[in-house]
């Protein structure tokens, strides 16, 4: 297309919208803390930017109800919950055409088995709008039964459903939600009884791979997490060294409801995942880099990818695959991924080749100036296209 032409186009565009060069308003919104399994209180902070024509309200609206199985009362109850009793209220702040960032906090005092659901929006001086997806979370103790009925008799079971963290949910609940890579959370044997230091756990790794962290290696993950839905199981995971990782009980049974699954653990150990399009894997909380070990496992256990270094498991069942078993394969494969077909090497003397371009790639390089790069890199984007597209697997 000319020049003149694409001008031409972009002021149609541009007509189309009443030739505003007007600035639309941003809006994030995050609850804190993530997830805890006691009453406390849980602050909603949404922030409004506009630097050009400033923010006048930001206002958070909120659902909250009681955590229970969906079906309660019927012969199967469900692992993903629903609410009952729900009631919806919100806080609005108001600011003066405010161009640095407008934030407004909403402490909500949550007792157990909670489930809310919050949607922010935010108004700038010119009346636009922007308004967040609505997110579900659940606090305090987590369900234990549920209701079934057996014939002429109702009888209550011992009865555990996953709980959400960050989860995309239609209002009203229990309509269908959209698709997403449902990343499940489970607490090791060596948080003994402690499931609240799983749960502070569970949001370093979560904020640091999703929210708040400003290395290289979380951008993709922080770019698409709308793309994400994060949850907490029960009790019964268990990983050891040596690669040894299991899910029994409650956690096994919750474990259904998730595609991937991470055993999140206190002790060091070496970290280790299935390679496989939603396997398990194993995240050590406590480490300074925590959030980058997890994204390299989930590298293997949600996008199938293998690792880019000697002594890792160099296999993969990615698409595409990020690793050739010749030097041949991956050079037919590079230039049709858009990729430098003399810039494959072998990884170590594993004989897996890969595509090195020479950056810092999250499946090789324990760094957190690392990314997904090369053939991982698209592998990661193609998953998240799907997922943007309605099916992500
Ligand atoms: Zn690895």
């Known amino acids: 297309m000319g020049a003149l032409r694409r001008l031409l186009s972009q002021l149609a565009v541009l007509a189309s919208l009443g030739l505003c060069a007007c600035n639309n308003p941003g809006v994030t919104v995050l609850h804190d803390p993530l997830y805890r399994a006691s009453p406390h209180v849980s602050t909603i902070t949404a922030t409004g930017v506009d630097s050009k024509d400033g923010i006048d309200s930001v206002s958070i609206t909120v659902t909250i109800g009681t955590l229970t199985a969906c079906n309660n009362g019927g012969f199967t109850p469900s692992l993903i919950p629903c609410r009952t009793a729900a009631f919806q209220f919100g806080r609005e702040c108001i600011f003066s055409h405010e161009k640095g960032p407008a934030v407004c906090r909403f402490p909500l005092r949550l007792g157990d088995r909670s489930l809310v659901t919050y949607t922010a929006t935010a108004r700038n001086s010119r009346g636009s709008t922007a308004k967040t997806t609505p997110i579900t979370y659940a606090a305090g103790a987590p369900l234990t039964q549920a209701t079934i009925h057996v014939v002429f008799f109702d009888i209550t079971v011992p009865w555990e459903t996953a709980r959400p963290v960050w989860w995309h949910t239609d209002l009203p609940l229990g309509q269908t939600a959209p698709d997403k890579i449902d990343v499940g959370f489970f607490p090791d044997a060596d948080w003994g009884t402690n499931y609240q230091g799983f749960t502070d756990g569970l949001q370093v790794i979560a904020l640091g791979s999703f929210f708040n962290d400003t290395n290289p290696f979380s951008n993709f993950y922080r770019f698409w997490k709308n793309e994400f839905n994060l949850w907490a199981g029960p009790a019964g995971g268990n990983g050891e060294d040596s690669c040894v990782r299991s899910l029994s009980g409650a956690a096994s049974t919750v474990s259904g409801a998730v595609d991937g699954k991470a055993i999140v653990h206190q002790a060091a150990f070496r970290d280790c995942s299935d ?25 293997h256990f949600l996008h199938g990818l293998g690792d880019e270094y000697q002594g890792g498991g160099n296999g993969n069942v990615s698409d595409p695959a990020n690793t050739w078993t010749s030097q041949s394969a991956c050079q037919t494969a590079a230039p049709g991924l858009g990729l430098t077909a003399s810039q494959c090497a072998q990884i170590g003397t594993t004989g897996f080749w890969h595509v090195d371009d020479g950056g810092v790639t999250t499946m090789r390089d324990r760094d957190l100036a690392s990314d997904w790069r090369t053939a991982s890199g698209l592998a990661v984007g193609r998953r998240m296209s799907k997922c943007a597209g309605g099916a992500c697997y």
């Open 275 to 299: 390679i496989a399009l939603g396997g398990l894997g194993t995240s050590q909380s406590t480490l300074t880099d925590a959030a980058w070990v997890f994204t390299h496992e989930s590298g």
